[in-house]
């Protein structure tokens, strides 16, 4: 089921810089937390970041921590991910996702899979020494 969809992927050289969105269904599909993740080829999908409902809050994964920024603009129901200073370990397929509620909890509890209902269909990023 892909319900969100995702673009801006591609491959670029170590060092620069890609941004990846994300555009979230209309309605109450763009009034919840979002999220990205990534998975690289036979491994299991991992946390990357997470924005509040209201773009206010984020939390990053400690890999990306000082590289990677998250927003969101509600306005085009839309999710971004900046990603500056890649390393061909950030290479991967980059899924965005969406919780079911509206409910606000600490995003420190929103860093597994499990806590995100829907999901898009992945962008792949690669990054070349």
């Known amino acids: 089921q892909v319900q969100l969809a995702e673009s801006g992927g591609g491959s670029v050289q170590a060092g620069g810089s890609l941004r990846v969105s994300c555009v979230v269904p209309g309605g109450t599909f763009s009034r919840y937390a979002l999220s990205w993740f990534l998975q690289a080829p036979g491994k299991e999908r991992e946390f990357v970041a997470v924005i509040s409902r209201n773009g206010r809050n984020t939390l990053y994964a400690d890999s990306v921590k000082g590289r990677f920024i998250i927003s969101r603009d509600n306005d085009k129901k839309t999710v971004y991910l900046q990603m500056n200073n890649l390393k061909p370990e950030d290479t991967a397929v980059y899924y965005c996702?969406?919780?079911?509620?509206?409910?606000?909890?600490?995003?420190?509890?929103?860093?597994?899979?499990?806590?995100?209902?829907?999901w898009g269909q992945g962008t792949l990023v690669t990054v070349s020494s």
């Open positions: 996702a969406s919780r079911d509620t509206i409910l606000t909890y600490p995003l420190a509890r929103l860093t597994t899979a499990g806590e995100y209902t829907y």
